[in-house]
């Protein structure tokens, strides 16, 4: 079993940054691979980034691609996602998730956190 909490959001302007960390509970953080969903009000919650489990590979949404930048710590239990360029439509609540295999939908991930608020003013 393994409990995710995110930190790091909240209220930013356009063109800002922010870093949000997910920190892990356990000792087998290092065998998931790791990933950011985010929900925006009256949506679906979408794919953000994912990265495999020693950092060596990461994945963007294109919406997302070369703006934000998914990392891990194995030794720190977390995983963090810098944003910046902030655009008001990155305003969403974003959740961590763990799992098996890095896929852009909900359905494979076997862990969630309950999410942190990030709101960009225009």
């Known amino acids: 079993q393994v409990q995710l909490v995110e930190s790091g959001g909240g209220l930013v302007q356009a063109g800002g940054s922010l870093r949000l960390s997910c920190a892990a509970s356990?000792?087998?953080?290092?065998?998931?691979?790791m990933g950011w969903f985010r929900q925006a009000p009256g949506k679906e919650r979408e794919f953000v980034a994912g990265?495999?489990?020693?950092?060596?590979?990461?994945y963007y949404a294109d919406s997302v691609k070369g703006r934000f930048t998914i990392s891990r710590d194995n030794g720190k239990n977390t995983v963090y996602l810098q944003m910046t360029s902030l655009k008001p439509e990155d305003t969403a609540v974003y959740y961590c998730?763990?799992?098996?295999?890095?896929?852009?939908?909900?359905?494979?991930?076997?862990?969630w956190g309950q999410g942190t608020q990030v709101t960009v003013s225009s």
């Open positions: 356990g000792r087998t953080f290092s065998s998931y691979v």
């Open positions: 998730a763990g799992g098996r295999v890095v896929q852009s939908t909900e359905r494979p991930w076997d862990y």
């Open positions: 990265i495999t489990r020693s950092g060596g590979n990461t």
